[in-house]
Every structure is written in structure tokens, then in C-alpha cells.
């Protein structure tokens, strides 16, 4: 890899602190359904010191925000961006070993909540930007910080207007957790709340109305019909392991006693696409069988009083050619032997690629199977790596 960003100490400090960085974000609460601002203001504090100045894009109730910030920048270009969200998952109902939100070092890693996903990376590019050498950058690098990622790519979805007006910009590198192999493309998915409506009568009357149970199962029954449609018919992308698109039916609950004709029926289900396989479309022939009540074949399946359909969420498919200027740069600055990869996670990269035009790979430390997980974890030799990887961009 060739010498790149100069930073003002030693790779030991840098990576020390690294580890200091780290040990702040994943103390905060930053989960989904909390305030993303005190990480926030503690990501300005840190590179102000450094002499970069922020932005921050507020949410309608000013309670989360997603952050921007630009070193060495001239002329307002952007040059190479560095984008992470800062939201996790819950730790609700997992079994941790200690508190997820203080930091533990153990046997060569990194625990707590979000060390993978993505707060490691997070803290590898705080470092590096708050010990960088602005005058000797040629090409920028910003910071982009999200909120929301985890429920929808929120705070993403915010920004697109923004980034549209971006002049001078090589490239964005999303951090989500990829081994540090380089990818190219990604799954698309959406969330969706179907609620069946009946009425609710003592189980003696059960014949003379509807039962939402009931309708949920045979609607069940409709979205594992579409699935092996899916997997018989395609569309194939033979780049995944798991090359069709699949509904899958998450969450289901209803009813109070076995007496009782149930009020209602709520089921939540996941379409995840690959590309090429209009994600929309597949809901919305999902969703007009649910109002019919029909099979994939067109028969009678089941009468249900009312439905009320919600998508909860959308993260586009992703895909750019492996041979992009960009993933090219990418490759070479970090030394890739291996093919870029298709993996069936999804990432802001679809929404800044797809929708905001800004080319995009995504590589960071870590490994997804380490992600959402109890005692989420992440090797000392990945971020370790993440730092030297980092550095090693010609921006200089």
C-alpha cells in the first residue's frame, strides 16, 4: 500500500487513541429509539481541536441529527467521504456478559455495543481526522455521521438533496462491517406491518365471523408461494450465495384465549430483493393479495373484515461495476487481492450511489456475523488494519 494521509503522531498513539475514541462512542446509548446528540457533539468537540468544523441536519423533533464535516476542503469539494450511521440495535433480551455499553478489551477484542456496527470504524476515522495534516491534502476527506441507519436509513434519506450539491466528490467509503473486503453490491429490503381486523366474539360464535388469525395464516400461506416463485423462477443473481429475492415473515401475534374470537392479527414480514428485482413491486403484489384474500393462483383463499397495511422501512439494493473508477481507487489504495464481493446485508451505499449519485464501495473492520449480536465484538487486528487501510489513501 502506498504512503498516504500524514497524521501528527505515531501509528502506537494513533492507535491508542483509537481505542479512547472507541471506548467514548460506545458509551452512549446511541440505540435506535434514543437521541443520537450527545455522541453528536462529542464527534464536533473532538475534531474542532483539530480545527474542522461541522454541520448538523436535524430530525423534525430535533432529537437526532446527522453530521458532516470536511478536512482540508477548498473551494467547498468533498473529496473522498467516510460515512457511518451511529444508531445500534437493542440489547433488550440478549444475554451480555457485562454492561454493553462500556467498553472491554479481552483476548485480542473489542466488546460492546456497536464495536462492529459500526462504532469501530467510527472511531478509525476520528482518530486519523483529529491528528490529520489538513495542508497536506490535496483531496478532501469528509465525515458523514447518520442516524437511523438501523430503522430504515433515515437519516441517509435526509441527505440526499444535500449531497446532490456536492462538488468535487471522489467517491464514498461506507464502513459497515465487511472483513475489510470490498463490496460492490448488496440486497435491498423492506419492512412492512400487515394488521388483520375482525371482531371479537365469545368462540361459541366463532362461524358466524372472521377470524384475523386465521387470515394472517393464509396470507402466510400466499407469501410462501411468491417465495418459491422466487426461487424457482428468479430473477437469479448468481453473485449472492442466496441468488433470489424471499419474503420472510418475521413476527406474528394476536388473540388473547383460545375462547375468544381475536380482535385482531398484526404480522410483520421482510422482502429482501436482489438488484434488478423492483423491491416495490413484489410489495405491491404482496399487498394486493392481501385485499383480495387470494392465492397466488387466483382462488378464494379467506374473507377478512379489514386490513391496514405500513411500510416500516426501505434500504435500497445496492450494485456498481466492480470496474468503477472509484472501486478501482478503492482496490488499489488498500492493496484488494480478492474479487470485490456481493453480500445480502444492506447499507446506506444504495441510497448514496442510487440515489444521490456519488459512486460508493463498502469496507470496514469487522464481520457481520459479530453485528447485533450479545457481547458484540470486534479483533484489535481489524481496527488496526482499518487504521493503516485508511491512511493508505493517495489524498495527499
Avoid at 491528528?131 to 437511523?148: A, E, F, H
Avoid at 449519485?357 to 459479530?370: H, N
Avoid at 479483533?379 to 487501510?389: M, N
Amino acid at each position: 500500500m502506498s504512503s498516504g494521509i500524514f497524521v501528527r503522531c505515531s501509528d502506537d498513539d494513533l492507535y491508542s487513541h483509537m481505542l479512547a475514541i472507541l471506548e467514548r462512542l460506545v458509551g452512549f446509548d446511541t440505540t435506535s429509539s434514543n437521541s443520537n446528540i450527545e455522541l453528536v457533539h462529542y464527534v464536533q468537540e473532538l475534531i474542532s481541536e483539530n480545527g474542522i468544523s461541522s454541520q448538523l441536519y436535524w430530525n423534525e423533533e430535533h432529537t437526532k441529527a446527522s453530521l458532516v464535516a470536511t478536512a482540508g476542503a477548498r473551494s467547498n469539494e468533498r473529496g473522498v467521504i467516510w460515512s457511518a450511521h451511529t444508531d445500534v440495535v437493542p440489547v433488550e433480551g440478549q444475554s451480555w456478559s457485562a454492561d454493553p455499553f462500556e467498553l472491554r478489551i479481552e483476548q485480542g477484542v473489542a466488546i460492546g455495543r456497536g464495536t462492529a456496527d459500526m462504532k469501530g470504524f467510527i472511531a478509525c476515522c476520528l482518530a486519523i481526522l483529529s491528528r490529520v495534516d489538513q495542508s497536506g491534502l490535496t483531496t478532501p476527506i469528509t465525515l458523514m455521521l447518520t442516524y437511523d441507519e438501523e430503522v430504515g436509513c433515515v437519516g441517509a434519506r435526509q441527505l440526499v438533496d444535500e449531497m446532490r450539491t456536492w462538488a468535487g466528490v471522489k467517491g464514498c467509503i461506507v464502513g459497515e462491517p465487511t472483513g475489510l473486503e470490498v463490496v460492490v453490491g448488496h440486497k435491498g429490503k423492506q419492512i412492512h406491518k400487515v394488521r388483520f381486523i375482525g371482531e371479537s366474539r365469545h368462540a361459541a360464535l366463532a362461524p358466524q365471523v372472521t377470524n384475523p388469525i386465521v387470515s394472517s395464516v393464509s396470507f402466510v400461506g400466499t407469501v410462501q408461494a411468491l417465495n418459491e416463485r422466487f426461487r424457482s423462477e428468479g430473477p437469479h443473481d448468481d453473485r449472492f450465495d442466496i441468488g433470489h429475492s424471499w419474503i420472510n415473515v418475521g413476527r406474528i401475534f394476536g388473540g388473547l384465549k383460545a375462547n375468544i374470537v381475536p380482535e385482531d392479527c398484526v404480522l410483520e414480514l421482510e422482502i429482501r430483493n436482489v438488484p434488478g428485482h423492483d423491491c416495490d413491486r413484489i410489495a405491491a403484489e404482496l399487498m394486493d393479495h392481501v385485499g383480495a384474500g387470494l392465492c397466488t393462483d387466483g382462488s378464494a383463499n379467506y374473507e377478512v373484515a379489514e386490513v391496514s397495511t405500513e411500510q416500516l422501512s426501505d434500504t435500497p439494493s445496492f450494485t456498481i461495476d466492480p470496474a468503477h473508477e472509484f472501486v478501482t481507487f478503492v482496490r488499489r489504495s488498500f492493496g484488494a487481492e480478492q474479487d470485490p464481493l456481493w453480500v445480502p446485508f444492506g447499507t446506506e451505499a444504495g441510497i448514496i450511489w442510487g440515489c444521490a449519485g456519488i459512486p460508493a464501495v463498502v469496507c470496514g473492520p469487522g464481520f457481520i456475523t459479530e453485528a447485533h449480536t450479545a457481547n458484540e465484538f470486534i479483533s484489535l487486528d481489524q481496527l488496526s488494519k482499518c487504521l493503516r487501510y485508511l491512511q493508505s489513501l493517495p489524498l495527499v
